[in-house]
């Protein structure tokens, strides 16, 4: 099983270095560094959007897990947001900042388990248009 991780571990740091350095050779290195900061970053969000699940799943006993997930993203949507001019990745972030705002304002209105389906979307898109 360990083995297994390490061949697939390796397989991935392989892909990447690839990656990086053809995206280097053909779009120069402060490209590359905003695509891996902006992978990194969604891969970041990604996380917060697991503990936001986890955290409306506790909600009742825990109700500040949820402003501390949303807090996350959004630390994690300002870094990505000030780093990027590829027009799909603002949108992806301004999306998933709207969907995030909606789930604060369900929260504020009372609803102790929000719908978080659009901010797992909007992650989800995030993801997609940060991968090389």
Do not use: F, H, Y
Request: hydrophobic fraction near 40%; aromatic fraction near 0%.
């Amino acid at each position: 099983m360990a083995a297994s991780r390490r061949r697939r571990t390796a397989a991935v740091a392989a892909t990447l270095a690839a990656v990086a350095l053809t995206a280097g050779l053909t779009t120069g290195c402060a490209a590359v560094d905003k695509a891996l900061d902006c992978v990194q970053t969604a891969d970041a969000i990604a996380d917060s959007v697991t503990e936001l699940q986890q955290a409306v799943d506790s909600a009742a006993n825990d109700p500040t897990q949820l402003d501390e997930s949303l807090d996350s993203i959004d630390k994690n949507l300002g870094e990505i947001g000030d780093k990027t001019d590829n027009a799909d990745v603002s949108k992806a972030v301004d999306d998933l900042d709207k969907a995030v705002a909606n789930v604060r304002t369900s929260i504020k209105n009372g609803d102790e388990t929000p719908d978080i389906s659009p901010v797992t979307d909007a992650a989800g898109e995030l993801t997609k248009v940060c991968t090389p």
